[in-house]
């Protein structure tokens, strides 16, 4: 069965450092896909990046950045520049890659603060 | 850049009584997903939608929730009879078989609405 693991409930962060949110998953398909969505407190959930598991690039998408380590099963997101902005619940999510485009599985998140 | 919409934002209602929540996905998506969030919890795949008929459902979605494309811009969950328990944020999402990598087997990144927060009284 498919589990994405958070293990970081929460993270802070100095305003304009980089940050690195953990994810590990477990899945036993080929084929699948990651994700990172941000959940403002304003309840919304914006998506930020993904990495398809052939993808021998790791993604970048601006200041996002996914440290994809396929041997490991982990995709850490990595946001780089830390703006007040960016405080937010963050999920990794994952899903196989089929035709149909099923459901997605997501962690429990990690919740990132901010520091001015 | 076009994007999911959901309404209402906020829907209370009476326990026992049925709430449908609407969605207007991405007009060139063809893959529709409703996902719920209890407060504090971790979002929860409720039901995947393709080709008008459900693809793939959770245990969540037992017989008291239903999904309907009535019109071909309009998506919608319907639960008949709400319990306090259904109180949640609900998610619409939807995404394009032609993006992502892997040809037929893409990985779609879904493109979520801004949710509906559902009450139960």
């Known amino acids: 069965a498919q589990k994405i693991t958070q293990t970081q409930p929460g993270m802070f962060v100095q305003e304009k450092e980089a940050v690195t949110l953990d994810c590990t998953y477990d899945?036993?398909?080929?084929?699948?896909?990651l994700f990172w969505y941000k959940q403002p407190s304003s309840g919304e959930m914006i998506f930020l990046i993904y990495q398809g598991s052939y993808d021998e690039q790791n993604a970048t998408e601006g200041r996002y950045s996914l440290n994809f380590q396929k041997a490991r099963k982990s995709a850490n997101l990595v946001i780089s520049a830390s703006q007040l902005g960016d405080s937010a619940m963050y999920f990794c999510?994952?899903?196989?890659?089929?035709?149909?485009?099923?459901?997605?599985?997501f962690g429990a998140g990690t919740r990132l603060f901010v520091k001015a | 850049e076009p994007e999911v919409t959901q309404t209402p934002s906020h829907q209370v209602t009476q326990m026992g009584q049925e709430v449908i929540l609407r969605c207007v996905p991405i007009s060139n998506h063809l893959y529709f997903y409703w996902y719920r969030q209890i407060l504090g919890q971790k979002v929860e795949f409720l039901v995947s939608?393709?080709?008008?008929?459900?693809?793939?459902k959770s245990e969540i979605f037992d017989d008291q929730f239903s999904v309907e494309r009535p019109d071909g811009s309009n998506f919608t969950l319907k639960i008949r009879s709400t319990k306090l328990e259904d109180s949640a944020m609900y998610f619409c999402?939807?995404?394009?078989?032609?993006?992502?990598?892997?040809?037929?087997?893409?990985?779609?990144?879904?493109?979520f609405g801004d949710g509906t927060r559902l009450s139960i009284l």
């Open positions: 899945t036993s398909d080929q084929s699948y896909g």
């Open positions: 999510a994952m899903r196989e890659g089929r035709v149909g485009g099923f459901k997605t599985i």
């Open positions: 939608f393709y080709n008008n008929e459900i693809s793939e």
């Open positions: 999402a939807s995404s394009d078989p032609h993006h992502g990598t892997g040809g037929l087997m893409g990985n779609q990144p879904q493109h």
